[in-house]
């Protein structure tokens, strides 16, 4: 798929595979991903997508799967195709192991069946074999020991060496007292040697003891001594040890017998956890740098907020921060030319897009925003880099028109073509010359490409091209500084000149380089760098316009909220004031008077005072008592629309209702409904007949299947007009039995 192999290398790949291995649980998982390749099976790579896509929703909520077993089979598998092969201990566990692991990601895969069905689909279809670990777990302890009960012979065995290790244990602690007490021990006393206990005894003593020697310590001051006594026994012991061994070998041999059949599920269990062990090591790592399955379309490439992993480490490393990359390629723009300066990062820009093609198509979710878009290529070429070939004797420049060459005979509209630095490598006139030929093929063969230049004549071609455009790395021409934007619609500037000037160049050599170079090519770099600015311009005019508008916006909303909250203050501050203002008035004119009738100096004038008085004051509280009413007035007339709101409401079987007027307002519930009478329960104890704008609705019904009324506001169905009719005919039938009964049935209007 990729062209040449070198690129992996070129586009951070390696690297990247590097940072993924490490969230693998596995050796073999760890090597299967340092070792993963593009896959060109587009089925199988979509649906690992799908899974790594729902496992990572999945552990975002906090869920995590289950851990994979650390197990490896590798060299247990070609044994069980052997026969009368033997596989040791150390080969069940593993096998156990596995099996015990496979069990629980199934449990997991189905328990989780809904936030995982492409997972749980895949392990569906293999649930796990039970019979292996039963069987393996009858022979083996889980320390991986044979149990004793693994046969009759081993237990005898077992049971004959510990009566002999202890006969033997008692003998040798008789003859270290015998030895302790004679002096001949050293500070040590005892030690172990070819798996039999020993006495430590001082090398200037070790004639007057009898036994059998196993050697000296470092410094030859002591001498290990078997005694004598233990001699017999423990060569007993030995013989049965071996007794032992061959009865082990012959339980593990008839324990291979049992597992070869199932040679075959435990290859399969190996494969699907090593499968899942990648899966989850790429998910982990999907986590960690905020990853996400794009939309995979057809003729699409739309990368947004999109983060180089590999970029990202170097500069975390540098305590540097990534700048996100926005980058568009369609049928309208396949093919897009990246100019601008030096070290601003255009071949940083191409580079993640060929990096994120190669992830996607070996089932790894990227680190870019969820509306990004990425399309399927049969093939990625590229050429960047130094391409220079020792063996061959190429020079830079053979070597990629021998890139070139693979790239022309093999673009289709299934190809992603990625070249950095086009043209270059050679003389500037004629490199560029021919990439302007390159360029022109490559856009016949309706492949889609990223390329990364300096000439002119690219930039204006891909202006000139249907499906073709030019894009440049953002630049700071006041501080001449890379910005590492990505900006489509324009090319870009080398600013060649500007940096030169910079650095301290003179302008008399500036000059006279001028001179040098054709007037067209510095009227069309001139005009670039004046397009730049003026971008850059309005954009940050853009920016500030944007900015303001939003603080306007928010002081909108804000002053609004502020009128709105004065305006009700003010209204309720005004009434306050009139009110106070009134009574102002009303204490003066009331001082006044009774100033007045305190100086009147007869009693006629006294009176008219008083009387005066006296319809002023009635006045005053009529003057109240009618605000009091149209208060009032106000409030009723409120309580009566929502009163009529609740009048309105479908009345159901069980609802809580309240009597408009009557003792207390009583609350009850409607237990009968009879054409537009309601049967009103109060308490369980009282009940009463009641039309429908006797009562207002209280409180919903807590019945599983309340039934409406068939003629009441709200609308009705078959079932509700099916439950009044049932309804009439039970009253019927009550009042025909009351009457054989010589009693009056009891209706809406006989309580």
């Not at 199932?262 to 062990?277: G, P, S, V």
């Not at 790239?407 to 560029?432: K, Y």
Request: aromatic share 6%; hydrophobic share 35%.
């Amino acid at each position: 798929m990729l062209y040449p192999d070198s690129a992996y290398e070129a586009l951070d790949f390696n690297e990247l595979k590097q940072m993924v291995s490490k969230f693998a649980i596995s050796r073999n998982g760890r090597q299967a991903i340092v070792e993963m390749l593009p896959n060109p099976n587009q089925i199988e790579v979509e649906q690992k997508l799908a899974q790594g896509s729902e496992l990572l929703e999945l552990m975002n909520l906090g869920t995590n799967p289950p851990a994979v077993s650390k197990s490896e089979i590798n060299e247990a598998l070609p044994l069980l195709k052997i026969r009368n092969s033997v596989l040791d201990v150390g080969h069940f566990m593993a096998i156990r192991d596995q099996a015990h692991s496979y069990k629980e990601v199934y449990r997991f895969s189905q328990v989780n069946e809904e936030q995982i069905p492409s997972l749980a689909t895949t392990y569906k279809a293999f649930p796990p074999e039970e019979r292996i670990h039963k069987l393996i777990d009858v022979a083996l302890e889980k320390n991986g020991q044979v149990k004793s009960n693994a046969s009759t012979k081993l237990q005898g065995l077992r049971r004959e060496i510990l009566k002999k290790r202890i006969s033997a244990d008692k003998l040798f602690y008789k003859a270290l007292k015998r030895y302790e007490k004679e002096g001949w021990l050293g500070e040590t006393r005892e030690s172990v040697s070819n798996n039999r206990r020993v006495l430590a005894v001082k090398a200037a003593d070790k004639n007057k003891g009898r036994g059998a020697f196993h050697g000296s310590s470092a410094k030859n001051t002591l001498v290990f001594l078997e005694p004598s006594e233990c001699l017999e026994i423990n060569a007993e012991v030995g013989i049965l040890l071996e007794e032992e061994r061959r009865e082990i070998r012959r339980i593990l041999l008839n324990l291979t017998k049992e597992i070869s059949p199932f040679r075959k599920e435990i290859e399969m269990t190996d494969k699907r956890l090593l499968a899942l062990d990648i899966l989850i090591a790429k998910t982990k790592f999907a986590k960690k740098e905020g990853a996400c399955l794009p939309e995979i379309t057809d003729d699409e490439i739309y990368l947004h907020k999109a983060t180089n992993p590999v970029l990202k480490k170097t500069q975390s490393a540098n305590n540097q921060k990534v700048v996100p990359l926005d980058i568009a390629l369609s049928g309208d723009q396949r093919l897009v030319v990246i100019s601008g300066p030096n070290a601003g990062g255009k071949s940083l820009a191409l580079k993640t897009v060929g990096l994120f093609q190669l992830m996607l198509q070996c089932g790894m979710l990227i680190p870019t925003a969820t509306d990004s878009k990425m399309r399927w290529f049969k093939r990625v070429t590229t050429d960047i880099g130094d391409a220079q070939s020792i063996e061959n004797e190429l020079s830079t420049y053979s070597g990629k028109l021998s890139k070139m060459r693979e790239i022309l005979n093999t673009s289709d509209s299934g190809s992603l073509c990625l070249v950095d630095e086009f043209g270059g490598g050679s003389d500037p006139d004629l490199g560029s010359a021919l990439a302007r030929v390159f360029l022109f093929e490559i856009h016949k063969s309706k492949a889609f490409g990223v390329f990364t230049t300096h000439f002119n004549n690219i930039k204006a071609l891909a202006e000139e091209l249907d499906g073709a455009g030019n894009a440049n790395m953002a630049f700071d021409v006041k501080n001449l500084q890379p910005l590492y934007l990505l900006r489509q619609g324009t090319p870009g500037s080398s600013y060649t000149f500007e940096v030169a000037e910079r650095s301290g160049i003179s302008a008399d050599i500036m000059a006279e380089a001028k001179k040098s170079l054709k007037s067209q090519t510095i009227s069309v770099d001139n005009l670039i760098v004046g397009l730049q600015k003026q971008r850059t311009s309005l954009e940050r005019t853009r920016e500030e316009v944007s900015k303001r508008l939003k603080e306007l916006e928010s002081l909108k909303i804000l002053n609004e909220k502020q009128i709105e909250k004065l305006e009700k203050k003010l209204l309720k501050t005004g009434e306050e004031n009139a009110e106070a203002n009134q009574q102002l008035i009303w204490g003066k004119r009331m001082e006044q008077w009774s100033k007045s009738w305190t100086k009147a100096k007869t009693q006629k004038l006294k009176k008219e005072l008083q009387g005066r008085i006296i319809r002023a004051l009635s006045e005053r509280n009529q003057e109240i008592n009618s605000r009091k009413e149209r208060e009032e007035t106000k409030k009723q007339k409120i309580e009566r629309q929502e009163q009529e709101k609740l009048m309105q409401l479908p009345v159901y079987l069980g609802d809580k209702v309240r009597l408009i007027s009557g003792p207390g307002r009583q609350a009850g519930e409607i237990m009968d409904i009879r054409k537009d009478k309601f049967l009103i329960s109060f308490g369980g104890v009282l009940t009463s007949w009641a039309g429908r704008k006797d009562f207002i609705h209280w409180g919903a019904s807590t019945k599983q299947s309340p039934k409406l009324l068939k003629n009441q506001v709200g609308g009705h169905d078959k079932q509700n007009a099916k439950f009044v009719e049932n309804k009439k005919d039970t009253a019927s039938k009550a009042k025909i039995k009351n009457k054989q009964n010589g009693k009056r049935g009891r209706g809406p209007n006989n309580k």
